[in-house]
């Protein structure tokens, strides 16, 4: 699976839009990147995934660069219960995919 | 709660004990994997199993671990004569294979000290 960049931390006002980045300039034609969340003493928590279209569903946005090489999660109105770490991950998908193979993360701290 | 779950939540142990963890998958799911988090650190892949065959291992899964998944159901992971250095958070998922998104569904964790 290829390597993913992202910056160890980031801080964002509540209310405010999230933008996480995220680098995969190695990814790919068959891997898709995925975005995990995990909150502080909790398993990772699934958030969303695509292959090259931009998609959004009810937890967050992804936009991804048309020569896919990067991508960025957006959260659309940040919470404090958004307080977590962002993993960003590229692998194959479908019934292909095995494990997971998580990088150091975002750490994001949404502030009041 | 149909979601993954671990127990114990919480193990103390001494250097050289055997420990043993036991999770429950979401119960149509066919997969089930078994990570390592340490503090600081994303999540470390150990194993996973299709069904009750076990189809890969990572190479920090020593001789010292076994996991079993004897029904296609639950798995168990022990851990023989525990070192300081397995102290961490044994996590465990789950997915079917089936679908679209092969989305891994995590439990809450066991977290392990060895004194």
């Known amino acids: 699976d290829a390597k993913t960049t992202q910056p160890p931390s980031m801080d964002c006002a509540e209310g405010r839009a999230a933008n996480l980045p995220c680098n995969h300039s190695t990814i790919s034609g068959n891997e898709y990147v995925y975005w995990y969340r995990q909150i502080h003493s909790q398993g990772p928590q699934y958030i969303i995934h695509g292959l090259k279209n931009n998609e959004t569903n009810e937890m967050a946005s992804l936009i991804i660069t048309e020569d896919r090489k990067s991508s960025t999660l957006i959260l659309p109105h940040a919470t404090l219960r958004d307080t977590a770490v962002y993993y960003c991950i590229v692998r194959v998908g479908g019934n292909a995919g095995n494990m997971l193979t998580f990088g150091g993360g975002t750490r994001l701290m949404v502030k009041p | 709660d149909t979601g993954v779950s671990q127990d114990p939540r919480h193990k103390i142990t001494k250097r050289g004990q055997n420990v043993t963890f036991r999770c429950d998958p979401i119960s149509e799911h066919n997969r089930l994997y078994w990570y390592r988090q340490t503090l600081g650190q994303g999540p470390e892949f150990l194993t996973y199993?299709?069904?009750?065959?076990?189809?890969?291992k990572s190479r920090l899964l020593s001789d010292r671990f076994s996991a079993e998944r004897p029904k296609g159901s639950f798995s168990t992971l022990e851990i023989q004569r525990t070192e300081q250095g397995d102290s961490a958070m044994y996590l465990c998922?789950?997915?079917?294979?089936?679908?679209?998104?092969?989305?891994?569904?995590f439990g809450p964790g066991t977290r392990l000290t060895v004194l």
């Open positions: 199993f299709q069904n009750e065959a076990q189809l890969e």
């Open positions: 998922a789950s997915s079917f294979t089936s679908g679209k998104v092969n989305e891994q569904f």
